[in-house]
């Protein structure tokens, strides 16, 4: 556990708090769920809270994972205008490493967890099974702040809020101009998007430009099999489950599913458009520096990592385009566990990252794009540009982009779970070179395990 500041009395996690014995009844059913679906008993940081010293002032933690703009300037900002708070951050480098520490916790009662736990969207479906972990953060002072679909992911059923949107994924090409200069291809980013089918764009387009690049080149056409089918897979409506009564679908029926775990491998293996990494793995961040593929699949959020991996790298660049229509990749939202022992403070601190001034200058500092009406229409958003990625105009581009989105995909509970078990198969296939059709028969018995 990591040393509390001096004057600030740490929470004594042997002794519950009325919060902890509060939502002890409803953990049971979640340390299911954190022991089935996640790698538990890994070493996790322990976020930890703090109660308010003698003083009055308090320490709020805020969990994170990846990179949500949170500079530290931003956080001491807040710490101006309330003098009695100061805001720690504490980053996860992976989301998975960020989900394993909250559901493990959870499980636990709480004790432990940051003030604030951000939490990605295909979590959703699952902690929302338990809302009495979460403090509701419905607010009729915030109505109209975010995109309503936005808001209706973390509704529940009778109206229970529990996380405040940040960013949404809105996806275009990220692409290596330099790269495409020596296959050939043209690098103008209008160019690329006309390319790459333009409007009217497709995933066989997409892979017909990576068949010619490759054949040109030493690099692969994009990163990973994992990453292009979460790009494919988004754009169904109800991939494993039954919107009207939340069902899973059989994985051995789903024609759906198999037709694009088949085609991003055709792609893949059998094209060699991939790299073959996986994404956050240290061998896909030394990819940046080796020029190992020339594309990805960018939601904004990605601009950040990739400018971050590819210190010194010069060609990327980004077009107005997206294989398939409009796609949403992820999104995040900040959660207030029940447990906290400060709560109200949490969610006043909840609401301000997530205003449209903060989530406007997290855009400007890691490219992620904001969830709220108004940070979109802001000047800052729309006359955007990044200088990394050839000045390229990213807020008119993700805008455009956003626009194509036509509301969130169905994810019931059961989404994770079954969503693994097909990752899984394409990475044993993408990473290791087992074989394609072994590869599927492991997914539908992990799915079979799953007791669905």
Known sequence: MPEPDKGVTVLDSTRPTRRARRVVAATAGIATLALALTACGGDSDDHGTDNASSDGKITLTVA???????????????????????????????????????????????????????????????????????????????????????????????????????????????????????????????????????????????????????AKSDAAWFDGAVPTYQGMVNQLQDAYEDPATGEPKDLKTNTAIKDMYDQVLTASIDDKLSAGLEQWGEDWVAGFQK????????????????????????????????????????????????SGPNTAAAKELAAWLTDPAQQTTAFENAGTFPSQVDAQASDAVQKSTNEFFNDAPVGQIFSTRAAAIEGAPFKGKNYFAIHQSVQNALNRVDLNGDDPEKSWQGALDEYASLGL
């Open 64 to 214: 994170t994972f990846n990179d949500f703009g949170y500079s530290d300037e931003m956080l001491a900002s807040y710490t101006e205008s309330h003098p009695n708070v100061t805001v720690k951050q504490v980053k996860a480098a992976k989301s998975e490493d960020a989900r394993n520490n909250l559901t493990t916790k959870l499980a636990a009662g709480g004790e432990g967890l940051a003030d604030i736990e951000a939490i990605e969207v295909d979590w959703l479906p699952e902690l929302m099974t338990y809302p009495d972990l979460f403090e509701d953060l419905a607010d009729p002072a915030l109505d109209g702040r975010w995109l309503d679909w936005k808001v209706q992911q973390a509704t529940t059923p009778d109206g229970k809020v529990i996380g405040y949107g940040t960013d949404i994924g809105p996806e275009a090409i990220c692409y290596r101009a330099d790269l495409f200069e020596k296959a050939g291809l043209p690098t103008d980013r209008e160019k690329v998007a006309e390319l790459l089918g333009g409007a009217d764009a497709t995933w066989e387009d997409y892979f017909n430009v990576g068949k010619q690049f490759v």
């Open 291 to 338: 020029n190992a593929w020339a594309t990805m699949l960018c939601p904004a959020w990605m601009t950040g990592p990739i400018e971050q991996n590819s210190a010194g790298v010069t060609g990327w660049d980004v077009a107005d385009v997206f294989p398939g229509g409009g796609g949403n990749w992820g999104g995040s939202f900040l959660t207030v566990p029940a």
